[in-house]
């Protein structure tokens, strides 16, 4: 897991060609609204997907979530949010790895999980060695707007 700035993620993540891809587009869409959807760039190499939410409230154990086909770029484009983190090891799987949607869904003891907050222009990257759990709320439930770029592995 990594958090940054969108400008400083080149410096930290690791640069295979898809991740250059994903974060070269990202660098060529910053300061627009993009409309909600997905967004093809390469293929199933890399794809985006545009969301507005509004953030969930914070429960005892929220779903954490695990992908291993694709590494997640989370991007805050409008509001703030809390994302939870924790290795893929800490996960209690609730359900199967489904292939198709590349996750897997579980929860997490409470004192093993970190949750990072992040506001416009900061974004956390998510390795398949990682579970997440995003969209979550500061106490109060906000509208978010994210970016989640998914860059395949390889």
């Not at 690791?14 to 869409?29: F, I, K, R, Y």
């Not at 900061?122 to 579970?131: E, I, L, R, W």
């Amino acid at each position: 897991m990594i958090t940054a700035e969108i400008p400083a993620l080149k410096e930290q993540v690791a640069m295979t060609p898809n991740m250059q891809t994903a974060l070269e587009w990202l660098a060529s869409v910053r300061g627009q609204d993009l409309d909600d959807g997905r967004v093809e760039i390469d293929g199933t190499n890399v794809y985006a997907l545009v969301q507005s939410y509004i953030s969930k409230l914070m429960v005892d154990q929220p779903r954490f979530e695990a992908h291993r086909a694709y590494t997640d770029i989370q991007v805050i484009v409008s509001g703030k949010e809390k994302l939870g983190w924790v290795p893929i090891q800490s996960l209690e799987p609730a359900d199967e790895y489904n292939p198709t949607k590349d996750v897997i869904h579980g929860t997490v003891s409470s004192d093993v999980a970190v949750f990072v907050p992040l506001a416009a222009g900061q974004a956390m990257v998510f390795y398949p060695s990682d579970a997440h759990a995003p969209g979550l709320s500061f106490g109060q439930q906000s509208p978010i707007k994210k970016i989640v770029v998914k860059v395949k592995q390889g």
